[in-house]
């Protein structure tokens, strides 16, 4: 199955008030304050007030200063929230040759605020900086708490820029510290290495469980959410861990979210769990939110309920009609998993398969081998299917 994109851990903006905070985005807010450029009038707003001390290093800077650039500068980085994504990827393209000049005065903080930004606030990176990164997390990893790891490692899978050299010293550095970790730390953590899909050591596991159970009361709908599909990701098969996370996602039921409801399904399916009660909870919490279901949330639930073998009619008929008005927002993988779902459950729609195959048509080109295997999979094991003999040759033109 596809990998999900989560939601971000917490950024160094929501990390509280003083010495934390300034040391968490003083490199940051400093890189952009000093460009002090013309160009978009909200961006001369919160740039302006700083240019009087441009010039002026770092150290010298007084503490106004830094709270009133952490005031102002930090909005940038959540532009992207209120759909200004390219005026926040132009700054921080921007950030991204300043900082280079400054990557051998960063701290550990500092590397990994500036990687969690860049991942934040998305778009294109510059490769060199990303390793430049790298190069001094290995050489400044001592001095990582675990707030800095969680933000780092989470920043890698989200950039989907994974360091074999360097996430086994990180692993090692983690779990010398988990007993620090937050319980939405542990969690990203979790994710994130289960989206980089990176070996991970029982110990490291055997630890983190742990750490886990202790923090339990303060993990969240959406920490439960992560740390249940990355565990079904890693295949950790700890019983006692299991049953404890599937009894306070009931708990937690309401506050799930569309992408958290999915996931849930697409664990519970990984792991094989066969509670009729608990998945019949899932879904009756889930169908009246299916509108709200984006193209993976909507591919993972198809994955689920095909693994699962339900016969819930009623809510099939309901994914199946979300999943069919938002196809053309479907890309390959999401496409092949769904085409694969659709035999499995032995649904006949031909309106559904006439829809799928229009989407299909235009973005074949993007299915990868695996994706096009699964395609003439589904095919050939629905013979009611009426595949056109023009999308059957597409198929058998594509080496598999």
């Known amino acids: 199955m596809a990998v999900v994109k989560m939601s971000a851990p917490l950024g160094p903006e929501e990390e509280g008030k003083g010495e934390n905070l300034k040391q968490g985005v003083k490199m ?32 010298a800077r007084g503490a106004d200063h830094d ?25 921080m393209q921007d950030l991204s040759v300043l900082a280079l000049r400054e990557l051998d005065s960063m701290n550990a903080r500092s590397l990994s605020s500036v990687l969690w930004a860049l991942a934040k606030v998305g778009g294109p990176v510059n490769p060199t900086l990303v390793q430049g990164i790298f190069v001094r997390t290995k050489e400044e990893l001592a001095s990582f708490n675990a707030h800095d790891i969680s933000n780092l490692v989470w920043a890698m899978a989200t950039l989907r820029a994974p360091s074999n050299d360097l996430i086994h010293d990180i692993m090692e550095a983690a779990e010398r510290r988990l007993p620090q970790f937050e319980p939405r730390a542990l969690a990203n953590t979790l994710w994130a290495l289960a989206t980089m899909e990176v070996p991970v050591d029982g110990s490291f596991l ?23 599909w990355a565990a079904a990701k890693l295949g950790i098969e700890d019983a006692a861990f299991i049953a404890t996370w599937l009894s306070e996602v ?38 009246p939110r299916l509108p709200g279901f984006n193209a993976q949330d909507l591919t993972n639930s198809l994955w689920a309920v095909a693994k699962l ?21 479907f890309n390959a993988q999401n496409l092949a998993n769904t085409l694969f779902a659709t035999a ?22 993007d299915f990868n081998r695996i994706e096009v295997q699964q395609v ?25």
């Open 28 to 59: 940051i807010l400093w890189l952009l304050g000093r460009q002090g450029k013309a160009g978009h009038p909200q961006r001369r707003a919160l740039l302006d007030p700083l240019k009087q001390e441009e010039d002026q290093p770092l150290e």
């Open 67 to 91: 709270v009133l650039a952490m005031n102002r500068i930090m909005r940038v980085a959540k532009l992207h929230r209120r759909q200004e994504v390219d005026m926040a990827q132009e700054m």
């Open 206 to 228: 055997e630890g983190w469980i742990e750490c886990a159970f202790v923090k339990l009361p303060g993990f969240n709908a959406q920490a439960l959410s992560n740390s249940l």
């Open 250 to 287: 009931k708990l937690n039921l309401p506050a799930f979210n569309e992408q958290a409801l999915s996931n849930i399904l697409w664990a519970a399916a990984k792991l094989g769990i066969k509670d009729e009660a608990f998945i019949a909870a899932r879904l009756s919490e889930a169908k």
């Open 309 to 329: 073998g339900i016969k819930d009619e009623a809510f099939i008929a309901a994914l199946f009609s979300v999943a069919k008005q938002k196809l053309p927002g």
């Open 344 to 365: 499995k459950l032995g649904i006949q729609d031909e309106a559904f398969i006439a829809t799928w195959l229009s989407v299909a048509r235009l973005k074949f080109s």
């Open 376 to 400: 003439a999979t589904a095919i050939a094991s629905s013979d009611c299917w009426n595949i056109d003999t023009g999308f059957q040759n597409m198929i058998k033109a594509r080496p598999v």
